[in-house]
T-cell receptor
Framework: TQLLEQSPQFLSIQEGENLTVYCNSS?????LQWYRQEPGEGPVLLVT?????EVKKLKRLTFQFGDARKDSSLHITAAQPGDTGLYLC???????????FGTGTRLKVLA | NAGVTQTPKFQVLKTGQSMTLQCAQD?????MSWYRQDPGMGLRLIHY???????DQGEVPNGYNVSRSTTEDFPLRLLSAAPSQTSVYFC???????????????FGPGTRLTVL
């Protein structure tokens, strides 16, 4: 079974600061998704990256898929309290429809 | 559209009891799946289905059964509940693009299960 490790596990920052969350594996994934989950709810998709080296931007969030498709990062610029939540990456085992989730990064942005 | 619905929201079982967690989606998605979420472990795939009549095992299938008789429904059965199955269970659905790639997975609100 492929494993996805996320770092850091916990992050508490002040409003306006920048941050980066990492998602790493020793295995290659066909695609990778990033989700955000709020307490008592299911995860909600933020982005899907498919091509090695791909960079996607959603407003203040920038997602990058590693060239070798083994790792990914999520960068948030000028974090806001509304960014608070659990961030999860999920990699797809090639051709299987099986998505392996990372352990998650719990972000708290203080006003 | 109700999206993905799960029932019940909360459940307490005694060791050895059986029960079925219900999941339904109204988006005509081919793909449905069940995950469990435990503190510090993210979500782990239990079982998944790429269409009616087709199911397959995920990372942690032991102690759970599934069936997919219709596109809309994907129930998860606990055969003989154990304390280790205490967790939050999420059902998800998605369109399948082909070649193993999914569109956005839509998750239900979860079922919090406690096994005493």
């Amino acid at each position: 079974t492929q494993l996805l490790e996320q770092s850091p596990q916990f992050l508490s920052i002040q409003e306006g600061e920048n941050l980066t969350v990492y998602c790493n594996s020793s295995s290659v994934f066909s695609s990778l998704q990033w989700y955000r989950q709020e307490p008592g709810e299911g995860p909600v998709l933020l982005v899907t990256v498919v091509t090695g080296g791909e960079v996607k931007k959603l407003k203040r969030l920038t997602f990058q898929f590693g060239d070798a498709r083994k790792d990914s990062s999520l960068h948030i610029t000028a974090a806001q309290p509304g960014d608070t939540g659990l961030y999860l990456c999920a990699g797809e085992e090639s051709g299987t429809y099986k998505y392996i989730f990372g352990t998650g990064t719990r972000l708290k942005v203080l006003a | 559209n109700a999206g993905v619905t799960q029932t019940p929201k909360f459940q307490v079982l005694k060791t050895g009891q059986s029960m079925t967690l219900q999941c339904a989606q109204d988006m005509n998605h081919e793909y449905m799946s069940w995950y469990r979420q435990d503190p510090g472990m993210g979500l782990r795939l239990i079982h998944y289905s790429v269409g009616a009549g087709i199911t397959d095992q995920g990372e942690v299938p032991n102690g759970y059964n599934v069936s997919r008789s219709t596109t809309e429904d994907f129930p998860l059965r606990l055969l003989s509940a154990a304390p280790s199955q205490t967790s939050v269970y999420f059902c998800a659905s998605s369109r399948a693009q082909g070649q193993g790639i999914l569109d956005e997975q839509f998750f239900g609100p979860g079922t919090r299960l406690t096994v005493l």
